[in-house]
Structures are given as structure tokens and as C-alpha cells.
């Protein structure tokens, strides 16, 4: 294919398919027992200034498809970035099974990233409590593994660890 555009230049890291390893940790409601997930992590790229990803989750034990998301980690256009003097700006746009669509923003340093949402969509049927508010950070371990961590806020929650996600490189 063609080489990675120019602006993922700090967002190399990310690419390829990641499997969970151990399982995701998950938390929530306060008082609900923790619970275990796999998830297939996958970032690739077509030589647009973007990057293409998939966080699939699913049952550790049965394989059962759960939480499924497909979006987009969109650098900052060079414009943009001068004008705020800053050339590490990013978008996460995404879309859940839930019924949920995230756009979020934040920035890259060095083999790290944070965004935080900004915007949030979702059904008119999707059930409460709705998420008001996704902050996620995902970073490059010095062993070489992904970590994810993703934060919510609820309407009846304030911002708290949701998931806890370590992965390796398949084939690793
Ligand atoms: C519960 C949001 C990712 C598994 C919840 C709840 C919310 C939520 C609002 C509580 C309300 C409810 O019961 O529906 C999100 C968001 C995610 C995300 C915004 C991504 C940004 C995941 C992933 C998994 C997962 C990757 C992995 C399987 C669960 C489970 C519960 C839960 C097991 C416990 C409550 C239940 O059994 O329904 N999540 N979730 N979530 N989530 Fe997530």
C-alpha cells in the first residue's frame, strides 16, 4: 500500500492488529462486580492524514461479540496547528455499537496520546444513563505493549476509569 502520510509521522506506533493480553479490566456502576473482555485493537492507514481503527471487544470466555467501535485518529491540519502554535493537536472520531458517536480532541506526545470529547451523540432510544463526557489515553509501554484507558462521566456519574486495556502485537 502506500506509505503512511506525512502527518502520522507521530502516530507510527499505533499501527497494526493488538490483542488484548492479559484480558481488559472494566469498571462500573460503582457497586457492579468488575468484569473481564478481549479486544482486538486494529489502526491502519490508506495514505490519508488520518489513521483507520477498530476496538472490538468480546466475552473472555464464550468469544461473544461485545462493545464494537470504529473510527478515525485525525491529526491537527498543518494550518490549524500553527495557529495554535502547537503541532501535536488530534481528533478521535468514532462510532459505537451502543449507539453512541464520540468526536474528541487532545494531543500526542511522544509515544502517548489523550484526547477528550467534545462532542457526543447518540440515539433517541439509547438507555440512561447517557455518557456525557469519554477521556482516553493510549500509550506505547516501555515493553513495547498498547495501553488504553478510558475514562466516562455519566449523567449520574462523575469522570471515572471505565476500561483498562493492555495489548500485544499479533505475533508477539
Ligand atoms: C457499562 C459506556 C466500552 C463493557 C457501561 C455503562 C456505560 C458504558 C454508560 C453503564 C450503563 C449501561 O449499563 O449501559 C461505555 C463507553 C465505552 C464503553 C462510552 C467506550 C468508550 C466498553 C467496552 C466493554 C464494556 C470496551 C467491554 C466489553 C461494559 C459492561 C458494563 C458496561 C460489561 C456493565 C453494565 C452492563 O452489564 O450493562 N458502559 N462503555 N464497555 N460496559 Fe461499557
Redesign the pocket.
Known sequence: GPPPHASLRGLLWLLGVWESQPA?E?L??PG?AP?S?R?TATFTHTGQPLLEYT?Y???VESGRP??R?TGFLKPAPAEANNHHNNNNRIAII?A?N?G?V?VGEGQVDGESLTVTSHTLGRTTFN?????TQ?Q?ILRLTAQGELEHV?S?A?ETSPLQQ??H?TYRRRGN
Not at 127 to 131: F, Y
Request: glycine letters at 6%.
Open positions: 481488559g472494566g462500573y456502576p457492579v468484569f473482555f479486544e476496538f471487544a468480546s466475552h461485545m462493545h467501535e468514532n459505537q451502543t453512541l464520540e438507555k440512561q444513563p447517557h455518557v469519554i482516553r478510558v466516562m455519566t471505565h476500561l486495556t
